[in-house]
């Protein structure tokens, strides 16, 4: 283990913090946190007092996390993975090299061959304190026809860094409804990958929420490792202020018969930006296989900004793939309509941005997390009137 | 008996895009009086009960709009509605996502507050809103789903009426909900707002064409061309423009 934090290390230090001079940074800049003397830290006392967003008893288990260390575990007892293979590739990717060499605490469970886990098993992370990071590492195995809810939960309060890796692995068969909520304290840094590899015939959703930090990017890759399995990715950021919110995500297509199924979904507000880099890949090998990719943005004021770059990298024939994307404005015709029939100005603003993100957070299974999560985006979402106002008389 | 005016229009010029549509309108419209605007297409008809909503992009270049007393042209749309305006909108918009009976729901309660009414809880609402419902002949199916969404052009205008019917506004203004409509959606329309005629109540029909006003029989009818009105009568002028058409109108104008 010590040899690979190492090894990443000096990957690390070979590579940089990344800048947009790479073409996979190219929206986002991490210079700036090249200039902090990042330190680790011990949870605060009462670090975990996030009750807000935990479950307790709502939840199979719930494990927190402060500053990148454990910190308790309620609920059902987890099993440990039998064998700790890394599918995140800190070669590559220079963050998860940074993570790999500083990794911290993190959930490391097996679900059993066949076993359908009762409930969600979710996972919080608290960052506390300026000038402070942490690299959780987390690993999900779920073994053949198995089938598990996860819900990941990133907060805090203050200027931290968080850096987490969490690695996905789906068996023959399993089944894996994955969460992944990242309300983080409006002043820190919020750098997040996910890497999910699927053996045959599994099916895994997973649901990328983006409210929090100043500054966040979150990575998304998924490998279609066995013939026939499937992969859902939805994704919701909503920024407002000066946020600036970054998604990509990367779904291989390696085995025939896979499908994947992408819809993102931003709602950028006064000076926040947005970004969308979706690229799939399908391989020569991957006949039969098909794809959807769609994003689609609300801008609400002038200075909102979002990019869209959706990229299908095709290597045969034998497909069927789609993709596209939309920037739009709160349509003025659907806010008369309200307004004509008494509702406030405001208020149709937000019934019209929430029934935009209900597309993304209806269709989420577990009721307690989709619950959470409409909550958690009413809280982000500024009650107030547009910089542009209607134009009314 | 002398009765305040529910609405009254003085020299109203307004139009859209810098183009001016109403070239000095006037209507007065006391409780209880069902008017009927009639005209040919591009006689300006939308541009008024759009411009009696609120509806943006739309100008007032000059006159006034006087509803029970007050400008109605300062008031914001929503202020219009809770006063009792209500636009039955000749194509309703489709708002997927944003739920119908929720909608109403929050519409309704807006409306209440601003008379100092106690809002209606969930259940209270659903009982008033599947009485009304009935009215118009709604599934309430219809109520679960998005605002339009999906729903026949029929269904729509239905459920414009049924809007109506839970609102209970004391101007309702009908912009061309007959069109589109075969003979039993018509009459369920008619039927709706006949249902809220009171001496409370009044109501402006814009139409094109005769048919809706058989079953739904207004006190005056007007012809509008050109962006004035150009002729008044009772309900015998809306049988006399079926007949004759609006080219000897124009002539007229």
Aim: aromatic share 6%; proline share 4%.
């Amino acid at each position: 283990m010590s040899e690979l934090r190492e090894r990443a290390a000096e990957r690390f230090a070979q590579l940089g913090w990344p800048t947009p001079r790479i073409e996979e940074w190219k929206y986002t800049n991490l210079a700036p946190l090249a200039k902090v003397e990042w330190r680790t830290s011990r949870p605060p006392a009462g670090a975990d007092e996030t009750s807000a967003l935990l479950y307790g008893s709502r939840a199979f288990a719930e494990l927190v996390f402060v500053n990148g260390h454990f910190v308790r575990r309620e609920g059902a007892p987890l099993n440990a993975p039998k064998d700790e293979r890394h599918y995140a590739d800190w070669e590559r990717n220079v963050m998860v090299a940074l993570n790999t060499a500083n990794m911290q605490d993190g959930a490391r469970i097996e679900i059993p061959a066949g076993t359908v886990v009762d409930g969600f098993i979710h996972l919080l992370f608290a960052g506390h304190g300026d000038g402070v990071w942490s690299h959780p590492r987390n690993l999900i195995v779920v073994g053949a026809n198995a089938q598990v809810a996860i819900v990941e939960t990133y907060t805090g309060s203050g200027a931290y860094f968080t850096n987490a890796v969490t690695e996905i692995v789906a068996g023959e068969g399993a089944v894996v409804d994955h969460y992944r909520l990242q309300c983080e304290s409006r002043e820190a840094y919020h750098v997040g990958n996910v890497t999910i590899h699927e053996e045959r015939g599994a099916n895994v959703t997973s649901r990328s929420i983006m409210l929090g930090a100043a500054l966040a990017r979150t990575e998304i890759n998924v490998a279609l490792a066995g013939e026939g399995s499937s992969i859902t990715l939805d994704g919701l950021f909503a920024g407002t202020a000066k946020q600036h919110l970054d998604n990509r995500t990367v779904i291989d297509h390696v085995k025939p018969h896979c499908e994947s199924h992408e819809l993102y979904k931003g709602i950028l507000d006064q000076n926040a930006r947005g970004i969308f880099d979706g690229r799939i890949i399908v391989r020569p090998d991957a006949v039969k296989t098909v794809s959807r990719q769609e994003n689609r943005n609300l801008l609400l004021s002038e200075s909102a900004v979002v990019d869209s770059k959706p990229t299908l990298e095709i290597h045969n024939d034998d497909v069927k793939c789609n993709h596209g994307s939309t920037i739009g404005q709160i349509d003025q015709e659907q806010m008369f309509y309200l307004r004509s029939r008494g509702i406030a100005e405001d208020e149709a603003r937000n019934l019209l941005v929430h029934a935009f993100a209900g597309e993304i957070v209806d269709r989420m299974k577990v009721e307690p997390v989709r619950e959470q999560i409409r909550r958690a985006l009413f809280q982000a979402m500024p009650q107030r009137l547009p910089e542009r106002r209607v134009n009314s008389r | 008996m002398w009765k305040r005016d529910m609405l009254e229009i003085r020299n109203l010029k307004a139009g859209i895009d810098g183009k001016e549509i109403l070239k000095g309108l006037d209507l007065t419209i006391r409780p209880g009086e069902v008017h009927a605007i009639m005209g040919p297409n591009g006689s300006g008809k939308s541009t008024l009960a759009n411009v009696l909503a609120g509806r943006p992009k739309y100008e007032v270049l000059s006159g006034e709009v006087l509803y029970e007393g007050k400008n109605l042209l300062e008031m914001p749309t929503e202020e219009r509605a809770r006063e009792g305006v209500f636009l039955a909108m000749q194509y309703p918009v489709e708002i997927p996502g944003v739920n119908n009976i929720y909608f109403l729901k929050a519409a309704l309660n807006a409306v209440r507050k601003h008379h100092g009414e106690e809002e209606l809880d969930a259940i209270e609402f659903l009982q008033l809103a599947r009485e009304k419902m009935k009215v118009v002949d709604l599934d309430e199916s219809f109520m679960n789903r998005g605002v339009n969404e999906g729903f026949s052009g029929g269904e729509k205008k239905r459920n414009e009426i049924f809007q109506m019917a839970v609102l209970d506004p004391k101007l309702a203004i009908l912009d061309e909900t007959d069109s589109g409509l075969d003979i039993d959606a018509l009459r369920i329309v008619a039927q709706g707002v006949n249902a809220l005629r009171s001496e409370k109540h009044s109501v402006l029909v814009i139409t094109h064409y005769q048919r809706l006003l058989r079953y739904l029989v207004p006190d005056f009818v007007h012809v509008l061309a050109g962006g004035r009105i150009v002729k008044s009568g009772g309900k015998e002028l809306a049988e006399e423009l079926e007949q004759k058409g609006y080219d000897w109108i124009e002539a007229v104008a």
